[in-house]
C-alpha cells in the first residue's frame, strides 16, 4: 500500500524537489493533490507525470488554463482554485502534508493541515514564526506529526534523542529534561558576506537570488542575503524546539557542510552533515523515523577539506539583531516583521527599493506598528495587515 502525499507549492524548488524523491519511491508513496499560484506549464508537466487527484492553481485565471490543459491532455483531474480551497485541499487529500508554499499566505492550510491530524513536513517557515506556539499546541492537541524541512531544523531535528521523539509523535517536551545545553544554527552568509558596505546599495535582485550554495525561490533568495531568513530561523527553531531565542546561537558556516547543531551538558556536540540539497531533509522527514534514498550526491570530505566557523558580523547584517529582538519581545512582533520583510522584499525583487532599505524599512516598520502581546489567529493576521500599510506607507515616504 502506498502513502498519499499532498504537495502545497508543488510548482516552486521545494515542490519540485519533493517530487524528485517521491519519484524514486514509486512503491511507497503516490501523489494525491498538488498546489500552485500561476506556473501553469511546470502544473501540466506535474500532473502528466504524477496524476494527482485534486490540484489548486490559487490564480483563478491560471486554474481556468490548467482546466483545458488537462482536459486537452484527457487528464482525469479536479482543478480547483478560490480561498477555502487549499486549506481543504490540506485537510481532505492525502497521508502526508508537505508546506512548500511561500510567505505568510501559507498560514491557512498549514492550520488545516495539522487540524486533520496527519503528518506534516513544513518548509513554509513564515507560519511558523508568525504563530508557531499555536501551530505546536494544535499539532499536540491533533497528535500530528510535524515535521521540519528546513534544512537547519531537519538537522537539528536529527541530532535530537531519536527514542524519545518517536514516543512523543515529533514533538520533543522540554528541552532541558533531554540533557540539551543549546542549538547552533549554520548559516552560509550568503552572497554578500564580504562584499564591501558601501557597494550594498547597488547590488540587483539577480545578484541577490545568486546563493553561493543552494538553488532556492527568490524571496527565501532575498532573505539568506540580507540574513533575514537566518533571523527567520531562529524564531522558527524556538517554536519549534521549546527553547528561548538565547539558547540559539548563529554561526556563519561559508561551506554549508553541517547543516545545524545540538550541544548536550556533558560537552558533546552533534551535528548533521550533507550535500546541501534539499533533497536530503525532504528524504529524511518523508521516511522519518526510517530511511530512504534522496537521489543527493554523496558528500565528500576529502574535496570539502576544511570547514570553516565565524560569528555573524550582526553590523552587515542588522536584520539578525531585528530577529532577536521580536523573538525576545513576542507578541506580534515575529508577526510585525515577517510581514513587512515580505514588502520589502517584493519591492526590492520589483526594482522599486535597494537592497540596503530592506532591513531599514522593516525596522521602521517594527517601531511604528502597534505589538500586542496577544498571540491568536486574529491578532496576528491584524498584525499582519497593520504591518503591510505601514511599510508601504514607508516606502512610499508617506506618514504613517
Ligand atoms: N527553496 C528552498 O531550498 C527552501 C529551503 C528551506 C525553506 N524554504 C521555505 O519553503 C518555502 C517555499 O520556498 P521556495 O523556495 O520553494 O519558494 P518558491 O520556489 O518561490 O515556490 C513557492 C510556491 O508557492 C506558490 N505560491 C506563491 N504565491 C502563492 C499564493 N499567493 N498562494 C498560493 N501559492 C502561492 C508558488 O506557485 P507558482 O510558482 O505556481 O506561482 C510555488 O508553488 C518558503 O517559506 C521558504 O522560506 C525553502
Not at 506529526?145 to 534544512?151: K, V
Request: hydrophobic share 40%.
Amino acid at each position: 500500500m502506498t502513502v498519499g502525499v499532498t504537495l502545497l507549492g508543488s510548482t516552486g524548488s521545494i515542490g519540485t524537489s519533493a517530487l524528485d524523491v517521491i519519484g524514486r519511491h514509486p512503491d511507497k508513496y503516490r501523489v494525491s493533490a498538488l498546489s500552485g499560484y500561476r506556473n501553469v506549464g511546470r502544473m501540466l508537466e506535474q500532473c502528466r507525470r504524477f496524476h494527482p487527484e485534486r490540484v489548486v492553481m490559487g490564480d483563478r485565471r491560471s486554474a481556468g488554463q490548467l482546466r483545458e490543459q488537462c482536459e486537452a491532455h484527457h487528464l482525469d483531474i479536479r482543478v480547483e482554485s478560490g480561498e477555502e480551497a487549499l486549506p481543504a485541499l490540506a485537510r481532505e487529500a492525502g497521508d502526508i502534508v508537505v508546506c512548500g508554499i511561500v510567505g505568510a499566505v501559507g498560514l491557512m492550510s498549514t492550520i488545516a493541515a495539522i487540524e486533520s491530524g496527519k503528518k506534516v513536513l513544513i518548509a513554509n517557515k513564515e507560519p511558523l514564526v508568525m504563530l508557531g506556539g499555536f501551530l505546536m499546541d494544535l499539532a499536540r492537541e491533533n497528535r500530528a506529526c510535524l515535521l521540519p524541512l528546513d534544512s537547519e531544523h531537519n538537522a537539528i531535528f536529527q541530532c535530537l534523542p531519536q527514542h524519545t521523539l518517536v514516543r512523543s509523535h515529533g514533538i520533543l517536551e522540554g528541552l532541558e529534561h533531554q540533557g540539551i545545553k543549546q542549538i547552533l544554527l549554520t548559516g552560509s552568509g550568503g552572497p554578500f558576506r564580504t562584499l564591501d558596505l558601501d557597494r550594498l546599495d547597488s547590488v540587483t535582485p539577480e545578484q541577490a537570488c545568486a546563493h553561493p550554495n543552494w538553488r532556492m525561490g527568490r524571496k527565501i533568495s532575498v532573505d539568506s542575503a540580507t540574513m533575514m531568513n537566518k533571523g527567520l530561523e531562529l524564531i522558527e527553531a524556538c517554536a519549534l524546539f521549546g527553547v528561548s531565542s538565547d539558547q540559539v546561537e548563529i554561526v556563519i558556516h561559508p561551506q554549508s557542510v553541517i547543516h545545524s547543531m545540538v550541544e548536550y551538558i556533558d560537552g558533546s556536540i552533534l551535528a548533521q552533515l550533507g550535500s546541501p540539497d534539499m533533497r536530503v531533509p525532504i528524504a529524511s522527514a518523508l521516511a522519518w523515523p526510517d530511511r530512504i534514498e534522496s537521489g543527493a550526491p554523496s558528500l565528500c570530505l576529502k574535496e570539502v577539506a576544511k570547514l570553516d566557523f565565524h560569528a555573524p558580523d550582526e553590523n552587515r547584517f542588522p536584520a539578525l539583531k531585528l530577529a532577536r529582538r521580536a523573538a525576545r519581545t513576542g507578541g506580534t512582533l515575529p508577526s510585525i516583521m515577517n510581514a513587512a520583510n515580505e514588502v520589502a522584499v517584493h519591492a526590492f525583487l520589483e526594482g522599486q527599493i535597494t537592497f540596503d532599505k530592506i532591513t531599514r524599512f522593516v525596522e521602521m516598520t517594527m517601531d511604528k506598528t502597534d505589538n500586542s502581546q496577544d498571540n491568536d489567529l486574529d491578532s496576528v493576521l491584524a498584525a499582519d495587515a497593520a504591518a503591510r500599510r505601514v511599510c508601504r506607507r514607508i516606502m512610499a515616504g508617506q506618514p504613517c
